[in-house]
């Protein structure tokens, strides 16, 4: 296991997010390689930490001044052993290769999770959408899409949003993808409704980590009910699970930005959401502004000087970290820990350190990784994917039937395989062993390719 991630670091130096998930997986399927030796002569993890190919493309657009700019462009098409390419683009300042690469390789297994005929990919672009006029967003989208457009196809690598892309963007490079290819085709999922989007796609994510969520606690007879939940994060994912946790009786006390988070200690009311959802979506302004509106709220700034992030540092029974990588240090865990949390469920991807996972894992709360977790909204993709396929669209209810009873089998699915390789009631080892062995067969199936 050392020397296979010594030689990972070796051909990927520097990349520490992407190196940071190929460990955790590694060390999960340990158990797995020891009594399938066959894979480990087929090299199965060398060609899965390998991506099928990455491009990386120049986007140049034009400024409300007439301005030329320059950013950069991704694809990592990863892994297309079970199904077309298919993962979301990010449009972050802080999107590099390493981010995008342990994206696409987490995504490979979540995908697998999923039960769906769906390949691992992601992509995005260091631009950032923040501040930009909506001509703007659109010339950018463009641009990102008249290189992009070459390598996607419904059948080949099929894109949705991330951070920094929702609706608004995802409809831009359908347009684009259309004007160049003249086909309308469902290349892109997290689509507007009029134009094939699937009813439940923009919940999904949220909606699926709470469904898994429940699950979790019912194997300890609790519900979600009365719980106070410290929730990171007011974007797309936020919004949904709070959205969620409130249905199910929960009291959300925090959320967040990139600039700071409000402590609401008598919990966040529906039409507080609306409010949060409105001014996020529509006005696209900041969280701060929830703390002038509503004074009973306490609104702390970022503070760059300190080690650990306040939010997680609150009375409660349950975290759902939805905004970034990273955001739970080692520190942060041990807080959440001190403070009663005893569940932590993954809304954004790997929002927990290598060192705060052990910790979370030592204590035996209930702890989800991401890839089961959030599994509902790529699973809602695949569900668009099939319905632009069979050109209709479901009703919310079954889409949302859909969703609950998938991530019910992903909850089970997680637990089985924890239980059969030795690690019971540790979802990030049941998580990463079921998704690896429904790769590593088709990979095994394929051939040497
Ligand atoms: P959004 O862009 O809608 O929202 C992201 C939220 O996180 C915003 O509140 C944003 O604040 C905050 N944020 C982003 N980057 C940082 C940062 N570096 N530091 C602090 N806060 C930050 O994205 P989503 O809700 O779609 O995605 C959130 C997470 O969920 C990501 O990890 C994503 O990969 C994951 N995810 C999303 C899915 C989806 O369906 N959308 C599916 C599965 C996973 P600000 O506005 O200030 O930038």
Same mark, same amino acid.
């Given at each position: 296991?050392?020397?296979?991630?010594?030689?990972?670091?070796?051909?990927?130096?520097?990349?520490?997010?992407?190196?940071?998930?190929?460990?955790?997986?590694?060390?999960?399927?340990?158990?797995?390689?020891?009594?399938?030796?066959?894979?480990?002569?087929?090299?199965?993890?060398?060609?899965?930490?390998?991506?099928?190919?990455?491009?990386?493309?120049?986007?140049?657009?034009?400024?409300?001044?007439?301005?030329?700019?320059?950013?950069?462009?991704? +694809?990592?098409?990863?892994?297309?052993?079970?199904?077309?390419?298919?993962?979301?683009?990010?449009?972050?300042?802080?999107?590099?290769?390493?981010?995008?690469?342990?994206?696409?390789?987490?995504? $490979?297994?979540?995908?697998?999770?999923? $039960?769906?005929?769906?390949?691992?990919?992601?992509?995005?672009?260091?631009?950032?959408?923040?501040?930009?006029?909506?001509?703007?967003?659109?010339?950018?989208?463009?641009?990102?899409?008249?290189?992009?457009?070459?390598?996607?196809?419904?059948?080949?690598?099929?894109?949705?949003?991330?951070?920094?892309?929702?609706?608004?963007?995802?409809?831009?490079?359908?347009?684009?993808?259309?004007?160049?290819?003249?086909?309308?085709?469902?290349?892109?999922?997290?689509?507007?409704?009029?134009?094939?989007?699937?009813?439940? +796609?923009?919940?999904?994510?949220?909606?699926?980590?709470?469904?898994?969520?429940?699950?979790?606690?019912?194997?300890?007879?609790?519900?979600?009910?009365?719980?106070?939940?410290?929730?990171?994060?007011?974007?797309?994912?936020?919004?949904?699970?709070?959205?969620?946790?409130?249905?199910?009786?929960?009291?959300?006390? $925090?959320?967040?930005?990139?600039?700071?988070?409000?402590?609401?200690?008598?919990?966040?009311?529906?039409?507080?959401?609306?409010?949060?959802?409105?001014?996020?979506?529509?006005?696209?302004?900041?969280?701060?502004?929830?703390?002038?509106?509503?004074?009973?709220?306490?609104?702390?700034?970022?503070?760059?000087?300190?080690?650990?992030?306040?939010?997680?540092?609150?009375?409660?029974?349950?975290?759902?970290?939805?905004?970034?990588?990273?955001?739970?240090?080692?520190?942060?865990?041990?807080?959440?820990?001190?403070?009663?949390?005893?569940?932590?469920?993954?809304?954004?991807?790997?929002?927990?350190?290598?060192?705060?996972?052990?910790?979370?894992?030592?204590?035996?709360?209930?702890?989800?990784?991401?890839?089961?977790?959030?599994?509902?909204?790529?699973?809602?993709?695949?569900?668009?994917?099939?319905?632009?396929?069979?050109?209709?669209?479901?009703?919310?209810?079954?889409?949302?039937?859909?969703?609950?009873?998938?991530?019910?089998?992903?909850?089970?699915?997680?637990?089985?395989?924890?239980?059969?390789?030795?690690?019971?009631?540790?979802?990030?080892?049941?998580?990463?062993?079921?998704?690896?062995?429904?790769?590593?067969?088709?990979?095994?199936?394929?051939?040497?390719?």
């Amino acid at each position: 296991m050392e020397d296979f991630l010594k030689k990972c670091e070796e051909s990927n130096p520097g990349e520490k997010e992407f190196l940071q998930a190929v460990t955790e997986v590694v060390k999960s399927v340990k158990p797995v390689l020891d009594r399938h030796p066959e894979y480990l002569k087929e090299k199965i993890l060398e060609r899965m930490v390998e991506p099928d190919r990455i491009i990386i493309f120049r986007v140049p657009w034009l400024d409300d001044k007439g301005e030329v700019q320059v950013n950069r462009g991704y +694809r990592i098409q990863m892994n297309s052993a079970i199904g077309p390419y298919k993962g979301g683009l990010r449009f972050h300042p802080s999107v590099n290769l390493s981010i995008l690469k342990f994206l696409a390789f987490e995504q $490979t297994f979540k995908n697998a999770l999923t $039960t769906l005929p769906m390949g691992g990919g992601k992509g995005g672009s260091n631009f950032d959408p923040k501040g930009k006029s909506d001509r703007e967003v659109m010339r950018f989208c463009q641009s990102f899409m008249t290189e992009l457009f070459r390598h996607v196809g419904q059948f080949t690598d099929v894109p949705a949003g991330d951070i920094g892309v929702g609706a608004r963007e995802i409809g831009y490079l359908f347009g684009q993808y259309k004007r160049l290819q003249n086909e309308f085709v469902g290349v892109l999922t997290g689509k507007s409704l009029s134009f094939g989007g699937s009813l439940i +796609r923009p919940e999904a994510t949220g909606y699926g980590v709470v469904y898994f969520a429940s699950e979790m606690l019912a194997t300890r007879g609790e519900t979600l009910e009365g719980k106070v939940c410290l929730v990171s994060g007011a974007g797309n994912v936020a919004q949904y699970t709070a959205e969620k946790l409130l249905a199910f009786g929960a009291k959300v006390v $925090t959320m967040s930005d990139s600039n700071g988070y409000i402590y609401a200690e008598q919990g966040i009311t529906r039409e507080q959401l609306a409010y949060i959802m409105e001014l996020k979506n529509v006005r696209r302004g900041r969280i701060s502004e929830y703390a002038e509106k509503y004074k009973d709220a306490l609104y702390v700034p970022v503070d760059p000087a300190k080690d650990y992030n306040p939010l997680w540092d609150h009375k409660a029974d349950c975290a759902f970290p939805c905004a970034t990588q990273n955001e739970i240090n080692a520190k942060d865990a041990a807080n959440l820990l001190k403070n009663g949390v005893s569940l932590v469920c993954e809304g954004a991807n790997m929002p927990t350190v290598l060192e705060g996972v052990d910790i979370l894992l030592d204590s035996k709360i209930l702890y989800a990784p991401s890839k089961a977790a959030n599994a509902g909204g790529v699973l809602t993709s695949g569900l668009e994917m099939s319905q632009n396929s069979m050109r209709l669209s479901w009703t919310r209810e079954e889409v949302d039937s859909r969703l609950h009873t998938t991530m019910k089998a992903i909850h089970k699915a997680c637990v089985n395989a924890a239980e059969t390789y030795g690690t019971p009631g540790n979802y990030v080892d049941g998580a990463n062993i079921a998704g690896f062995l429904k790769v590593a067969d088709a990979m095994m199936a394929q051939g040497i390719v």
